[in-house]
């Protein structure tokens, strides 16, 4: 069974920085395309950011300047590097694994991040 375990959520003042990890269980985590989404209350989950087995990453445009994803394959982890965090960024942040062409397709727990203003 595979399990995504994220961490690093937290309260910040707008302005500030967090560091959101995402341990994931299981063999081959290196061919996996890893993602963040964030859902806020009374809205749609949204990408925030891939990053793919070859290292290409993808932004939302919301967040392109400001945030960075990460992988190391040696601890079958990948990171969002959050900078200069805005109100609008708060929500429960959520980690994905997937690998193209197959099924395998797991969900972390979510953390919570909140931004005060």
């Known amino acids: 069974q595979v399990q995504l375990v994220e961490s690093g959520g937290g309260l910040v003042q707008a302005g500030g920085s967090l560091r959101l990890s995402c341990a994931v269980s299981?063999?081959?985590?290196?061919?996996?395309?890893m993602a963040w989404y964030r859902q806020a209350p009374g809205k749609q989950r949204e990408l925030v950011a891939s990053?793919?087995?070859?290292?290409?990453?993808n932004y939302a445009d919301s967040v392109k300047g400001r945030f960075t994803i990460s992988r190391d394959n040696a601890k079958n982890t990948v990171y969002l590097q959050m900078n200069s965090l805005k109100p609008e960024d708060a929500a429960v942040y959520y980690c994905?694994?997937?690998?193209?062409?197959?099924?395998?397709?797991?969900w972390g727990q979510g953390t919570q991040v909140t931004v005060s203003s």
């Open positions: 994905r694994a997937t690998r193209p062409f197959t099924r395998y397709d797991y």
């Open positions: 299981g063999s081959g985590f290196s061919i996996n395309t």
């Open positions: 990053i793919t087995s070859g290292g290409s990453t």
